[in-house]
């Protein structure tokens, strides 16, 4: 099974990468399962319904979220509506949506995408490392899907600042899952790499949208922001329109990944 995960999508230019790029590299690379992060999606802050469907219309089955996932006010109401629509698992209980989705991939796969948020340099949440075993454990006891048998194919989205947290979850979780996949920082790191107990893992696939900015945003209202501190409104930035993602390539009958490779795309 050939998995494709997307990198945060930010704005207009990173919607518009993943409409005109995404059918074709799905083609290209034998994708069994689309997973993207959407969290910056609508101008750079959160999502709305409208775009969320877009999105999956584009051909993403399931979108991950993170800090940013509540923004639009408007998608509180959504969640209800639509379980393809992931926020953190580990968010205080009671708030809208679902952390953990279980589906099936285009060729009837069982899989199943846990969406955690890291808490160094975020705001505190519960423990994504205990929230991780909570959510494996219900996992554990959904049994077989639809006389497909239980689910081996598990990725965790987990979106966190802090590169030693990532890390720290990918070798907690390392043999327990599919693939630890860090989001949040738009900046692709290059330490993929399969752990010793067969979990994919890197510490972030960086970003889907205008490159030419900072971290997604028009980059000289974030260089005077560094420079004199004061409030600004931040505004999408456009140029090199980059798609950034991962492949990984796992084993359906141990759940196991055989390699995770990175994936750039450009907008011509």
Same mark, same amino acid.
Request: net charge negative; proline share 6%.
């Given at each position: 099974?050939?998995?494709?995960?997307?990198?945060?999508?930010?704005?207009?230019?990173?919607?518009?990468?993943?409409?005109?790029?995404?059918?074709?590299?799905?083609?290209?690379?034998?994708?069994?399962?689309?997973?993207?992060?959407?969290?910056?999606?609508?101008?750079?802050?959160?999502?709305?319904?409208?775009?969320?469907?877009?999105?999956?219309?584009?051909?993403?089955?399931?979108?991950?979220?993170?800090?940013?996932?509540?923004?639009?006010?408007? *998608?509180?109401?959504?969640? /209800?509506?639509?379980?393809?629509?992931?926020?953190?698992?580990?968010?205080?209980?009671?708030? /809208?949506?679902?952390?953990?989705?279980?589906?099936?991939?285009?060729?009837?796969?069982?899989? #199943?995408?846990?969406?955690?948020?890291?808490?160094?340099?975020?705001?505190?949440?519960?423990?994504?490392?205990?929230?991780?075993?909570?959510?494996?454990?219900?996992?554990?006891?959904?049994?077989?899907?639809?006389? #497909?048998?239980?689910?081996? *194919?598990? *990725?965790?989205?987990?979106?966190?600042?802090?590169?030693?947290?990532?890390? #720290?979850?990918?070798?907690?979780?390392?043999?327990?899952?599919?693939?630890?996949?860090?989001?949040?920082?738009?900046?692709?790191?290059?330490?993929?790499?399969?752990? /010793?107990?067969?979990?994919?893992?890197?510490?972030?696939?960086?970003?889907?949208?205008?490159?030419?900015?900072?971290?997604?945003?028009?980059?000289? #209202?974030?260089?005077?922001?560094?420079?004199?501190?004061?409030?600004?409104?931040?505004?999408?930035?456009?140029?090199?329109?980059?798609?950034?993602?991962?492949?990984?390539?796992?084993?359906?009958?141990?759940?196991?990944?055989?390699? *995770?490779?990175?994936?750039?795309?450009?907008?011509?």
């Amino acid at each position: 099974m050939r998995i494709l995960f997307i990198g945060d999508i930010v704005g207009a230019p990173g919607r518009e990468i993943v409409r005109a790029e995404l059918e074709a590299a799905r083609a290209e690379h034998r994708i069994d399962l689309v997973i993207a992060n959407c969290e910056n999606a609508a101008s750079g802050f959160g999502i709305t319904p409208k775009l969320a469907e877009e999105l999956l219309a584009a051909g993403a089955e399931v979108l991950s979220g993170g800090n940013h996932i509540y923004d639009r006010k408007e *998608i509180l109401d959504y969640f /209800p509506s639509q379980p393809r629509l992931l926020r953190p698992a580990n968010f205080p209980p009671g708030n /809208p949506g679902t952390g953990l989705f279980v589906g099936r991939a285009r060729l009837g796969t069982p899989f #199943a995408l846990l969406n955690l948020q890291g808490r160094v340099f975020m705001t505190p949440n519960d423990c994504p490392f205990r929230t991780a075993d909570r959510e494996l454990e219900r996992l554990a006891r959904l049994g077989p899907i639809n006389g #497909a048998g239980p689910v081996k *194919i598990v *990725i965790v989205d987990i979106h966190a600042e802090a590169t030693s947290e990532k890390q #720290a979850m990918g070798w907690y979780l390392d043999g327990r899952v599919t693939a630890v996949i860090g989001t949040h920082t738009h900046v692709m790191t290059a330490d993929e790499r399969v752990l /010793p107990k067969g979990t994919a893992y890197i510490t972030d696939v960086g970003m889907t949208g205008p490159h030419s900015s900072v971290i997604g945003m028009e980059k000289d #209202a974030m260089v005077k922001r560094f420079l004199n501190g004061l409030p600004a409104r931040f505004e999408v930035g456009d140029g090199d329109v980059r798609l950034n993602a991962v492949v990984v390539d796992a084993d359906e009958e141990t759940g196991f990944a055989r390699s *995770i490779s990175r994936l750039c795309l450009r907008l011509d």
